[in-house]
């Protein structure tokens, strides 16, 4: 199984493949586009390249070295002081609900764990979940699976996202047999 290090190396080959650019030439793009919010370099990237979602997402956080995993790399902290960043402040009291569903999750076997810088991704051979706060009082789970029918308090994603559907979560109680069992069905898609 890839670590998130080598499948993000992975994923930035192909970019420079799929754009016929050297990261090089992709970094000056991003640094002489004047722009400075990540969302706004990622939508630059997607417009003017042509880019997907996921790729402009990932150089993005690579040229500006924004992801968790980097930050984690500069200040010598672990990834569960990233995720103690993650869920500070107003959003502290939605930890228990992040961990609630982590205990469930890692009962279905082997996979990765990357902190990025405002949530969590979860990779076997690709993205499974994403989960973070979206909001001071809400904490969002994005499934990366196909097929499900959106309904209630599953939502379909439009396309070009990294995720299909997503849950937003507001207690712990939340953390039920249904949305394990998404979970699980995009777990076992992803590897």
Known sequence: MATPEQATQTQLKNIQTRTGKTLEQLAKIIKE??????????????QKLGMGYGDANTLVHY???????????????SEDDVLNGIYSGPKEALRPIHDSLMKHIKNFGEFEIAPKKGYVSLRRKKQFAMI????????????????????????AIPPGGMCNYKVKLTEVSQVDKELIGWIKLAFENAG
């Open 33 to 46: 586009s004047g722009l400075t919010k990540h969302g706004e370099l990622r939508s630059m990237l997607q």
């Open 63 to 77: 040229v500006l070295k924004s992801d968790g995993a980097s930050a984690a790399k500069k200040g010598a902290m």
């Open 132 to 155: 973070g706060p979206a909001t001071n009082s809400r904490v969002e789970v994005g499934l990366n699976v196909k097929g499900l029918p959106a309904a209630g308090r599953l939502e």
